[in-house]
């Protein structure tokens, strides 16, 4: 089930630099999103800017019929979401893409969550979900990278949930000094990713997601990867998401908002 | 609430209201199903129709602009047979017009496709989109060249005993001229208007923001230009129209109803509201109401000229 409607703002605060979660009240999206669908919102001063644009689902209240997301000031939109305050509404149409496919048996599958940037809240609520689910914390392993410590963002949510948790930053600000693929390699000589009953789930800056992807496909790894594209409509209409892919018949496009964002990383191919 | 008569005869296609949703914005209806009530739109016009499935172009395919889009997708669609097999059975189990978009390279091609859809269950039309290069004639548009507008039309006609709409360009000098070559060719409707070609450079990176170099322009910067371009033709011929580019709102299509369009597609702001079709066709009806008028047909072509100076 979807909606397309103006939502109240609840909450609108700042996590970190540049970046705010936002709450909305929507029963649907509160109710029906699954790890890895997003929501496209749509702010506009004018026609500025005339389309909405995607946001992954970070944590959503079912008893409230809530949700929140978080978000980076990049342009025009999130600057005028970023003036939004409780009682103002915006217009949302979701949830919306597939889900990240939790590999099964759940519970004796060691779930690497790679997360880059602002790539981090949709595997917060996978996160979340495996361990609702009863999925052994310690064989939830989350790495939250970002290029500073003060864009590093949900730490302490994944720190809640007590899940096998590293922080990574480039200029060595917070937690281990470097990139998410240095961890995973970390892990990989000590043996702690064993091919046989591992699956990477990965969200972030397209470099990254390609940097995992190729450390996944050399080391044998499952993984999927939720990519980023512009998204005019969100619904499969405008083909103005297109993502690369190989298929049994070659080459061909496939829509990030209804065949993804969430890919298989194999099946992608790299610009 | 009196009641406002909505249903419209456009020559051999009767809609049962005036709204349509344009081709290549609302997908084949069922991407839309679920948030918007198909059986009370007028039609829809499905997604560009090839002979074969097309993957379509590189990304970037769209970028924004003012108030508006530049798209090059490339006409990526799963081609006739997979439309007639796997789309049009969800289509027909609805009330509303089913207009087939279709495209062609060559006048062989828009006939094997005009000859494929005739007689097919649940398609009430063709629209002709003849915004797309003639192998024939080194690539240029069908839609450019009046001569091969009336024969690109004449040669369809032959093929078919559908409704036949033909989608003006308006990459022209004089868009009357494409008009008529479009009538004499035999259509009995004119859709107006396709998108404006454009370019978008990122002066930052100094390249071009679409990997195909240049897009087609839609959405509320076209709207004047649209509108310009229905009234110019309204007057040079007997055809009906649909009108679009850039229609956002209620007011926006009556609009073009004014201008002469018996009939309206709302095109890009599909992407930002799904339900804007349904918006557009409640607000025409209390504009009409309003107005104290009881037949939508009745305003069609009814602008007047601005007051003059005195009367101000
Ligand atoms: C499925 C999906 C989920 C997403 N989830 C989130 C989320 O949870 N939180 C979040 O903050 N963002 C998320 N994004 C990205 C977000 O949609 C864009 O950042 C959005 O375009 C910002 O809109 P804007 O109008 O503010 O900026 P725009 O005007 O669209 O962009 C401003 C500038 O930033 C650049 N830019 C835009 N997007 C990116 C990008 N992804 N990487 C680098 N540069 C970029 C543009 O080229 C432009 O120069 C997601 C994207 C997708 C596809
Ligand atoms: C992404 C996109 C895809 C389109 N695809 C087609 C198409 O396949 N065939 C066609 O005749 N017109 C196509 N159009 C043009 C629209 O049907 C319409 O004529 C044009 O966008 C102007 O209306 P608008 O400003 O309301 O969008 C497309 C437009 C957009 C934005
Ligand atoms: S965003 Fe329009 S098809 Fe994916």
Redesign the pocket.
Known sequence: MRCAEYCEVVANRQVATS?FEIQLHSPVVARHAQPGQ?VQMRVQSGYE?LFG????V?RTFPERGDFS???????????LLAQKRRGDTVFVVGPL?NRFLVRQPAGEVLHVLVAGG?GA??LYLLAEELVQKGVPRQQVVVVNGARRHDLLVCQEHFAELGVHLWAVTEDGSLGEKGKVTDILKGLSQRGELPSGRCQVYACG?SAMLEAVAKFAQKHDLPCQV??????PCGLGVCLGCAVKVRTSNGIDYKR?CVDG?VFDAAEVVWA | MSKVKMEVQLGPLRLQNPVLVASGTFGYGSEYADLVDLNRLGGIMVKGTTLHPRAGNPMPRMVETAAGCLNSIGLQNVGVEAFIHEKLPFLRQYRCAVIVNIAGDSYEEFEQLAERLDGVDGVHALELNISCPNQEKGGIHFGVDPEATRKVVSRVRRRTRLPLIVKLSPNVTDITVNARAAVDGGADILSLVNTFVGTAIDAKTRRFKLANITGGLSGPAIKPLALYMVWQVAQAVKVPLIGMGGIMNATDAVEFLLAGASAVAVGTANYLNPRVSIEVLEGIEQYLREQGEKDVKDIVGTVKRCKPESEF
């Open positions: 970046q997003f800017p644009r995607p946001f992954s970070f997301v978080i978000y980076l000031v990049r342009g025009t939109l999130t600057q893409g602002v809240p949709p800056p939720s990519m980023e594209t512009m998204m990030a964002p």
